[in-house]
Nanobody, 118 residues
């Protein structure tokens, strides 16, 4: 399973970006899909998750500003980011929990850079 994220870039404070992530390859079933982020010299942190049934969860720092959504049939997940702040600057990674009759494991994309600066 491969994950490809896109949509990052440079945006001014208060602006918006929409990240996309597509899972491809030999996919049996993807359960939860998530977005994480990692700023320089900081640990990777969970931003938002969405289950296959559409239940979402957000980090407190992004609640009310970010929205996660997915198309289960197309194995795609999006992260709509509004009212961006400089502290949102980080590399954003897509994560997918893949389950097959043989095992269950997480897959990660290479990430997309988001920079919020004036």
């Amino acid at each position: 399973v491969q994950l490809q994220a896109s949509g990052g870039g440079l945006v001014q404070p208060g602006g918006s970006l929409r990240l996309s992530c597509t899972a491809t390859g030999r996919i049996f079933r993807i359960n939860t899909m998530s977005w994480y982020r990692q700023a320089p010299d900081q640990q990777r942190e969970l931003v938002a998750t969405i289950t296959s049934g559409g239940i979402t969860n957000y980090a407190d720092s992004v609640k009310g500003r970010f929205t996660i959504s997915r198309h289960t049939g197309k194995n795609m997940v999006w992260l709509q980011m509004n009212s961006l702040k400089p502290e949102d600057t980080a590399r954003y990674y897509c994560n997918a929990e893949h389950a097959s009759p043989y095992d269950q494991r997480d897959y990660w994309g290479k990430g997309t850079q988001v920079t919020v600066s004036s």
